[in-house]
């Protein structure tokens, strides 16, 4: 969690103003491995079908850094946890703070599609991508905070800025608390 939070800062950093908190929200309950942000446009859209629906969300997932989804997706290819399905590391829409996974998936899914969020579908129930307006590409701004940080904190071993998910990065990350 200490290296996550370091890493929406440095994110916040590189793209001021990207992320909005969905911590302690009335409607929403979030699970205890849940990151709290999203982008700003998918935060209130997301408000927006919990408000329709008038019910409690839960959710299970959020924004995810690029050590947490390294950390699902080794988990999902040794078959730990019962993880069914994990983007590779510098890909996820997590990682961009536009998706989230919900309990009662099938419940949400009208208020959900109301305020432009795309449901994956069977091959991961629980997943929602938002699709609508105002979201900023930030693909690589995870990697590309976590190498700013790495370089920061480790000027004897520097890799490469580039955003890139390359293997000099997945060394480093192997290697990080």
Not at 74 to 92: H, N
Not at 117 to 137: I, M
Not at 145 to 153: E, H, K, M, P, T
Request: with cysteine.
């Amino acid at each position: 969690r200490g290296l996550s939070t370091q890493l929406v800062e440095e994110m916040q950093c590189l793209k001021p103003g990207t992320f909005a908190s969905i911590e302690n929200v009335p409607g929403l309950d979030l699970g205890s491995a849940v990151f709290p942000y999203l982008q700003l446009p998918a935060q209130m859209a997301l408000l927006d079908a919990q408000r329709q629906r008038g019910v409690t969300m839960t959710i299970n997932s959020a924004l995810r850094t690029l050590p947490q989804q390294y950390l699902l997706y080794r988990w999902y290819k040794t078959g730990r946890c019962s993880i069914g399905l994990a983007a590779t590391p510098g890909t996820s829409n997590h990682e961009e703070g536009l998706a989230v996974d919900v309990d009662d998936n099938a419940g949400w899914r009208t208020a959900m599609k109301n305020h432009s969020f795309v449901w994956l579908g069977s091959s991961d129930p629980v997943h929602y991508d938002f699709k609508g307006q105002g979201s900023a590409d930030i693909s690589g701004l995870s990697v590309l905070a976590f190498q700013r940080l790495w370089n920061r904190n480790h000027p004897e071993d520097l890799i490469g800025e580039n955003s890139a998910y390359d293997a000099k990065t997945e060394e480093r990350l192997s290697k990080a608390p």
